[in-house]
């Protein structure tokens, strides 16, 4: 680095040419010096290496300063929104916790893949109690989370198996954080509870990796309620609810103009924005989800009520939820305030595009009649729970693949934050766990709280302890899983190799092989359910693992597989679990999946040679593997 610059030689007062000044870079200001070392190309090692010259570029890199400032939000720009603008902070050792933090979190990702890979997909795998060890280290929440998205958004095709774990353990953080706000929520007195924002916690803990926030859901009906005070506007210029300011709670008293907001609230909402009941999917789990409500415009009863009962509040008009049977609803008073009489109130129905209808009309909407005490208002507690139930039940109702497993954790979960005692709830719980192969200290824990609620539940209850310790000490002992090497006699028949992009000739779908078998390996049941007796060689062939690209795993016939004449990448969930990379042709096997299969990557990358690469006599280009033709038979798991 140059420390000095020649000035011009200056003739002095008698005539004699002085000695040229010299110049130091140290003799700059400042401001000046800052200005240099925040130059972009310079990185934190740089930095380093420049305060360790001499005592005054020391001074100007110390850690409170402009250099490490820049170098810290240079490197870490998602983290800006954690600190104030202009805030004095010590940058230097930010810097230094948050690359200490990376380091960490980074070894602990990429020892789990060693740790807990499995050949066979776990249906609802989540690791949650190895993921457990990433708060035990006690690290700045913001920090972690910040390396996790930094390895998720890294290069698409690379760090696979990383990026599997990361967003695992990022689901993991998050959901726990988001628990947290709601046991906060739940401790604030009920008139302080909103249902939107109970709402939005709950879309969040289903959601962890979507951005939801309650600031840009109340944005959104902000806009809603914007378009409605301009409706209203026309109607009546002067009319009250115009001049309720945004977070204001005002009340308009006069049935008169409470009439003229909810009329022109049902203009907007299912008029104008073409809201509306989802008849045709009820049971899609997105109709809970309040930011999905109001990004596909349609809902069920209980979410359209949350939006429909919060709009009209922020116009002024009070409605209440009631928990009617099969048909959530809100009703709007008649009379004076304080009534609790079913005829001084008008029910809207939300899901039917506001409808009002009075409490024998209701009962004509359900089949059936209702005592009074289902027109009753309920709390925000009882709101969530009735919202979480309906998750839960199109949990319990899934095809038992992982979505709908995860659906049932989650509400589980949210269930029993809300309401921790309902045994009913807690055994479903310990169940699940026991049946995922997850958290058997927890499952124990679970037994134990329920023997304490209800020793009715004792043989249940000792059904599951004894075979949960079973588990638990079987897993101090694990299996080591068999290694298959091509080369061995038995395996001669077996043509293809891990991480080579199939298609099946029947189904027509698109793979990926993860595994294989030198014969079939399923249950007689199986073998004869999936007719694969019907085979040219039946069961007495290779069969194939595969992760399909509509996101199931399956296991086919070698007679039934073709490598595909377009290789492409296979958008399956637990595509990371196995593969490192994806190349242009084929999955490159992580360093477990190897482990398991020795010859298989010689064996892969020698087949993707032979059929994607190999060159035209006498050109230099590459000669494209020809299409193969396909029946298009009826699709079969085999």
Known sequence: ???????????????????????????????????????PVLKHVDVCNVSCCCKRLHDVCHGRGKVWGHQYKLRWPRLQRFYRQNESCDWLREYKTRHRVGIQIRRTVESISKRFFTEVPCVGQVLGDSFAEIESLGMPEHF???????ILNSDKRKSLTLKYYAKKILYFLRQQNILRSLKTFLEQPAEQQSALEGAVLVDQYCNPLADITLDSISAQLDEITEKVKKMLRIKNPSHPSLRIAQGNCSVVEDFELQRQVVCALNSVLYE?????????????????????????????????????????RKLGVQLDPVNFPNHF???????????????????????GKGKQLTAKECEYLIGHQVTADYYSAISTTEVLLRMVGNLLNIGKRGEGNEKSYQLLRDSLDLYLTINPDNVQYLLLQARLYFHLGIWPEKVLDILQHIQALDPSQHGAVGYLVQHTLEHIQHKKHPVTPEVKRRSYPEHLEVQYSVGLIMKHKRSGYNCVIYGWDPKCTM???????????QLSNGANQPFYNVLVQDGTCRYAAQE??????????????EVGRYFSEFTDTHYVANEELQTRYPEDMDETLRTVQELYHRLMPGSGNQ????????NNHQAMSM
């Open 1 to 39: 680095m140059a420390t000095s610059v020649a000035g011009e030689e200056q003739p002095s007062l008698n005539g004699i040419i002085s000695e040229p000044q010299t110049k130091k870079l140290t003799d700059l200001p400042t401001e000046l010096l800052e200005h240099i070392l925040c130059f």
């Open 144 to 150: 972690c989370e910040d390396e996790l998205l930094f």
């Open 272 to 312: 104008q924005l073409q809201y509306k009941g989802n008849e045709c999917d009820y049971y899609n789990p997105l109709n809970s989800y309040i930011h999905q409500v109001l990004l596909r415009r349609t809902g069920i009863p209980i979410s359209l009520s949350v939006l429909y009962m919060t709009l009209a």
């Open 329 to 351: 609803l809100l009703r709007w008073c008649q009379k004076p305030r304080g009534s609790e009489d079913i005829y001084d109130f008008v029910y809207i129905d939300a899901f």
């Open 523 to 533: 249950s007689q049941e199986w073998i004869t359910t999936m007719r694969v007796h």
């Open 560 to 573: 039934n597989l073709e490598p595909h004449s377009a290789p492409l990448e296979i958008g399956h969930p």
């Open 623 to 630: 000669e494209e593997a020809p299409a193969t033709d396909q």
